[in-house]
């Protein structure tokens, strides 16, 4: 049923919002240039990776020695619109439809993370990920990484259709408050190296 749910919902959001994205593709490639579209391996259920299709939002700028710059160098004004937005997600509903991704459930991160989790945080992998999930709720960016993953783990746990239902309501009350949108003193999280072994 979720899956159904996922399918219907993303190609219905991807025909009502045509316009938006066309108009926000249009921006993009004013404001930044090519390409429009961001494209990133992320890891899916079972960590099987996916490409993750956003919309750009931070220059490819890059230091003397070609190292890119820290995000918060590289993220433009309108990127930063369209994060605090939510828009730069929209493309992201093609890989809802693929199957790739849920409306719902925990966000996908970088690949590099994967050996960097313990067995209990690596549990959010459990389903697939989504567009927004039970941390996105809770606080985003603002929480610590120990934080997010537990609040993933509790969602794998006791996930259900009218869990997920009080998830998308809240994201659209989360979304027009632009609520939790980046950590203290970061432009979006400063990297996850890990939980230290006890």
């Not at 439809?97 to 409306?103: C, N, R, T, V």
């Not at 970088?110 to 959010?124: D, I, T, V």
């Not at 927004?132 to 746990?157: H, M, P």
């Amino acid at each position: 049923m979720k899956r159904l749910i996922d399918i219907i919902a993303a190609l219905a959001a991807l025909i009502l919002l045509a316009p938006v994205i066309a108009v926000a593709a249009l921006a993009v490639r004013r404001c930044m240039g090519s390409p429009v579209l961001f494209a990133q391996q992320r890891p899916g259920r079972m960590g099987k990776p996916f490409r993750m299709i956003k919309f750009r939002t931070m220059r490819d700028a890059v230091d003397a020695d070609g190292v890119l710059l820290p995000d918060a160098s590289r993220l433009t004004p309108f990127g930063c619109f369209l994060r605090s937005t939510s828009l730069d997600e929209l493309p992201s509903l093609w890989n809802v439809l693929k199957g790739d991704m849920s409306l719902v459930g925990p966000r996908p991160l970088l690949m590099e993370y994967l050996p960097r989790y313990s067995a209990e945080q690596a549990r959010r992998h459990e389903v697939r990920p989504g567009l927004t999930g039970w941390a996105q709720i809770n606080g985003r960016n603002a929480l610590s990484w120990d934080e997010k993953f537990a609040l993933d783990v509790w969602y794998v746990d006791n996930r259900s259709m009218k869990l997920d239902m009080q998830i998308l309501w809240l994201t659209v009350l989360k979304v027009l408050q632009r609520d939790g949108i980046s950590a203290d003193g970061e432009a979006t999280m400063p990297k996850f190296q890990g939980t230290p072994k006890s």
